[in-house]
């Protein structure tokens, strides 16, 4: 099959093995991938991935042994597969199952390819009449809505999302479905309209420069995406505040924690979120994805579609598997 | 008044002006004050505090203009002196005042002195019969105490209790009450024992040796003193789970939080506590303290109380301001 392989560096092939899925997972033909920012990190040497990297996608499963009702279904995938049996999995925490692998991120290939396996437990059916460029933000939604998950943000509260990348303007669409009084920070005019079209108050500053003016917030969340975002947004937050980490890179992030005790600060790591609250917020359409594609590339045209996704301040860009392939950059 | 007084170093001094209780405070005759580790790290440089260290007090109520209702009353206070009428307080963290001053740490002249002022406000009635030297212990305990103030530490829970200094051995104390499966982790045998002669479960580690063979916790509470507590107690922490930061000292903590962000670890920076709560343990002899106390000095030997508190490894030294003067070093 055709795959994007990352080993010291990207690689379209044409005759990598089609997978052949073990016993409890399927065989999922991809329709639509997503290029994240994590892709990305992963050619700077996060995570010491080599493989096919993505683990954005939107599919249809073509083999399931032994659970054949799945094949045919559109779906979208959970992207740790966890063992199931040990205790942090019978605790509930299966995407920190220690004998975990995570699709196109550690040692399971993922979804820039035109095949790839999971377990059907991680498999969520697509409802029907969503456009595949919009389940295919079901990952990224879900990792916004691990913050309500893991943090109480309440309608009075004060809430300021630091970064407008393609994570940022999704947790700020997430944190602005709770009511709260919302201000997302950025250094980008054009994605923070995006956001300021939906009501939302945000704040345009250039590099480098210090945020001033706003009040101390209840409830920051870190996603810029770089190891400077840290003190930032820690002097954003009021004492026994929260401070929410999303970003995740490639490269140490030093943090100088003194004061964030004698602030009595909560700091809060937050990765992978629940898929099915995701795709409900799609089928209801209360988040609006589709504001975030910037571009579609054919998947013959991968390499093009990464280097796009990695210019400064791109948005989405996606991946199309499916013919007729569209005209590359057209949106 | 005699005080002990801190500019470049340590000087005991005879003619130290006796504080003027400003409107809304009360003049404190101190009978018997704590020297603890924060008081050794101002020595340092922490806070760069300059007049009279000490915040670990109990005393009696001279006089209380307003308030004479007070007078006479043996109390303890609640270090922190807060404006009562800014956001911060209005929210009900006045312990977070931007205007507060802090007794002996921050603006404000501390308990190392024959008097000190704070306001009425702060001040907590000292149970008749509860001895001086288990009641000066009510600060630091409700710093341990703060720590359930801030987390849900249930009974089922695995909690690591990282560090046997004073603080340490507080926190274990009080987590040991929940009923949770506790382990204290120390360097030193002699004061792991009086935990473990609480049934508590202790592990003695060397200096710079690596802790193993323990389960992943819960929660975890960093109590070393050392930053290099963080990592050590970082390690100890289960995916999901809680690493609470109760050392401050002076000098920066650099943390890698790149993979708190991957394994979602909340960290909870936790500071001073709840004294009521404190009192209410104290009179119910639901917690040890005087297995804590090291030495006890008269308090014209308050500089050698300050150098026996610096010797590595000491637990609680008090200063004696009630006459007779006990024996330097009896305790």
């Known amino acids: 099959m055709r795959a994007l392989l990352l080993d010291e560096e990207l690689h379209f092939v044409e005759d990598y093995p089609t997978p052949s899925p073990p016993p409890g997972e399927a065989l999922i033909r991809v329709e639509m991938a997503g290029i994240c920012n994590t892709d990305l990190e992963l050619v700077q040497g996060y995570m010491h991935f080599r493989g096919v990297p993505g683990h954005e996608f939107v599919g249809v499963v073509e083999h399931a042994p032994g659970a054949e009702a799945w094949e045919g279904q559109r779906v979208v995938g959970d ?28 040692g399971r290939d993922g979804a820039l390819a035109e095949y790839l396996t999971l377990p059907v437990a991680n ?9 595949d460029e919009v389940a295919v933000f079901t990952e ?31 947790c700020a669409q997430v944190l602005a479905l709770t009511g709260c009084e919302l201000t997302v920070i950025g250094r980008h005019a054009e994605k923070l309209d995006i956001l300021a079209r939906m009501g939302v108050a945000t704040l345009h500053v250039e590099r480098g420069a210090t945020v001033k003016g706003l009040p101390l917030a209840d409830v920051v969340v870190e996603a810029t995406g770089h190891p400077d975002g840290y003190a930032t947004s820690r002097a954003l937050v009021r004492p026994r505040g929260t401070l929410v980490l999303k970003s995740t890179y490639h490269g140490a992030l030093e943090a100088a924690l003194t004061m964030a005790v004698v602030d009595e600060i909560t700091l809060v790591g937050s990765r992978c979120g629940p898929l099915p609250a995701a795709l409900r917020l799609l089928e209801r359409s209360a988040v609006d994805v589709t504001a975030l594609i910037e571009a579609r590339y054919p998947f013959d045209a991968v390499l093009t579609a990464f280097a796009h996704a990695g210019r400064r301040g791109a948005l989405k860009v996606l991946v199309d598997f499916t013919p007729p392939a569209r005209p590359a950059g057209a949106s």
Chains 1, 2 share one sequence.
């Open 79 to 106: 992207i740790n597969a966890a063992c199931g049996v040990c205790a942090t999995c019978r605790a509930g925490r299966h995407t920190h199952c220690p004998h975990r692998t995570t699709l196109g991120i550690n």
């Open 123 to 131: 498999l969520y059916a697509v409802p029907e009449g969503m456009p």
């Open 140 to 170: 990224p939604l879900a990792a916004a809505c691990e913050i309500l998950e893991q943090v109480h943000v309440r309608p009075t509260d004060r809430v300021i999302v630091l970064g407008d990348g393609k994570l940022g303007l999704l």
